[in-house]
């Protein structure tokens, strides 16, 4: 009778324990979610009156140049953003993992960007990309660095790739360290008795151990950059010319300013189904590249 009076006790302290959070999480995401839901089916602009208006949001998203724009950027974006965050994540958590002097002090040092806000961090670089590195062009004589790179509509989303990775490859970086220190010294004195040096060392031993971080940061990345909004909207706010409206801008811009809540809400359900098929088609394939190593 005691431990199953304990054992109540203990159900009875868990439960207390995890209501409360159920409670927030569906009062400020399920809730929120699901009235979104809905008014992707009306004509509301976020405020006053609005009718039903069935599927014609979703049927005018698929011919709004403007929202076939953004995915375009957006998913260019988050493409090339993922590739460098992770290759040199995993060049900097090599080094980092090894046998150098001042590596702690190095690894805090790396780690800076990640705490800054992604709003401070692009009103620093807006500054930098406007007036100091113009500056810097013109006294050298190199025309392509004398104006703006936020100016162009060539330049722009380079400078806003070069943003993103550079606050990313903090938390990359240390998840990577992570991986690396879970593979044994055995596996590597075993592989330097085969001959497997350098590049060799990497691909066959290396990189086989720690693929399931590898998994995690590809997913993580891919599912941030396509949400990027803070570098949108401290770097150049969708410009110019549009062309560097990101989904999360758009639906944000137009959605709460331009008095088409209804519209954006079928957006940004959209947008969440595009987001879970590309982590599901993600997660699927490296399972499959796992079971293969």
Request: some cysteine; charged content about 15%.
């Amino acid at each position: 009778m005691g431990n199953k009076k304990m054992k109540n006790d203990r159900e009875r302290t868990f439960a207390l324990i995890t209501i409360p959070v159920v409670l927030l999480f569906f009062c400020f995401n399920t809730l929120p979610l699901l009235k979104g839901v809905f008014y992707s089916f009306t004509n509301f602009k976020g405020y006053g009156s609005y009718d039903i208006v069935g599927l014609r949001n979703y049927i005018d998203l698929f011919s709004d140049s403007r929202v076939g724009n953004s995915y375009l950027f957006t998913i260019k974006y988050a493409v090339v953003c993922t590739i460098i965050v992770n290759v040199v994540s995993l060049i900097l958590a090599l080094g980092l993992n090894s046998k150098i002097k001042g590596k702690t002090v190095l690894r805090g040092i790396y780690f800076i960007p990640n705490i800054l806000g992604g709003l401070v961090v692009g009103y620093i670089f807006s500054f930098f990309f406007t007036y100091i590195l113009p500056a810097v062009g013109q006294t050298l004589g190199i025309e392509a660095l004398s104006s703006s790179m936020l100016s162009s509509t060539k330049t722009a989303w380079f400078a806003i790739v070069l943003v993103g990775a550079w606050q990313s490859i903090a938390m990359n970086t240390i998840i990577y360290i992570s991986g690396l220190q879970t593979v044994p010294e055995d596996v590597y004195e075993a592989g330097s008795l085969d001959g497997a040096t350098g590049w060799k060392k990497f691909k066959n031993l290396t990189f086989p151990l720690i693929i399931p971080f590898f998994t995690i940061n590809m997913v993580l990345c891919m599912k941030n950059f396509l949400m990027v909004f803070d570098q949108i909207m401290a770097l150049t706010k969708g410009g110019p010319s549009q062309s560097t409206e990101s989904i999360s801008y758009l639906i944000y811009n137009n959605g709460i300013d331009g008095g088409q809540f209804g519209f954006q809400s079928a957006n940004a359900v959209v947008f969440f189904v595009v987001i879970v098929a590309v982590s599901v088609c993600q997660m699927r394939f490296m399972g499959k590249k796992e079971e293969q190593l």
